[in-house]
């Protein structure tokens, strides 16, 4: 049956633009990342109002801002409310390519450190992964806190990597940043 139009099997046109759809790229970044410059600077806070009626009595919504606000002066490393953005609370979960998400981590905040030893003419070295937050923005982007020493038997520093993943590996990560934490800890 040749040629016959109902047939699922006949040849099937594909135009140009149909072709096109298919060909860009699924995961684009607008902008680009650039190393080390981190998407909060130059940002101020700001509260959105429009929030409180999400809220049952000003307590709470006033606790919700007091986080929100916390979050944004940490840049990232810890959790912001309503933002999309949450922890992986168990980096020891195996995932589908037998490696722990731990091992995932440690292995994008080593690119991190790489490029900031290249670029800085550092020898900051990861000693362990303190937490994990990830938040999807047309692919993962992964805010990485671990500790770190900055010569081979200098003490700890908590530092902080940014690096962008995208859905099954189909490009490589791209590294953000990675520096020490500029926050205070003890502040909060």
Same mark, same amino acid.
Not at 29 to 35: A, Q
Not at 37 to 62: A, I, K, L, T
Not at 138 to 166: D, H
């Given at each position: ?25 699924? *995961? &684009? /970044? +607008?902008?680009?990342? $650039?190393?080390?410059? =981190?998407?909060?600077?130059? %940002? #101020? ?40 953005? *949450? &922890? /992986? +609370?168990?980096?020891? $979960?195996?995932?589908? =390519?037998?490696?722990?998400? %731990? #091992? ?85």
């Amino acid at each position: 049956m040749t040629g016959d139009q109902s047939s699922p099997m006949r040849n099937q046109d594909v135009d140009e633009e149909e072709e096109e759809r298919y060909s860009r790229d699924p *995961y &684009p /970044l +607008d902008p680009m990342p $650039e190393w080390d410059v =981190d998407s909060y600077e130059g %940002r #101020e806070y700001e509260s959105d109002p429009d929030h409180s009626e999400m809220f049952s009595d000003d307590e709470c919504y006033q606790q919700y801002r007091l986080n929100k606000r916390e979050a944004f002066h940490n840049k990232g490393f810890i959790y912001e409310p309503m933002s999309g953005c *949450y &922890p /992986l +609370d168990d980096l020891e $979960e195996i995932g589908y =390519d037998n490696t722990t998400t %731990r #091992e995932k981590k440690t292995k994008l905040a080593n690119l991190c450190i790489k490029k900031l030893n290249e670029t800085k003419g550092k020898t900051v070295e990861l000693v362990n992964i303190v937490r994990v937050f990830v938040r999807w923005v047309a692919a993962w982007k992964t805010s990485i806190t671990f500790m770190a020493r900055e010569s081979p038997n200098g003490p700890l520093v908590e530092y902080q990597a940014k690096v962008v993943t995208f859905p099954g590996d189909c490009k490589a990560p791209i590294p953000i940043l990675c520096r020490p934490n500029p926050i205070n800890p003890l502040l909060y």
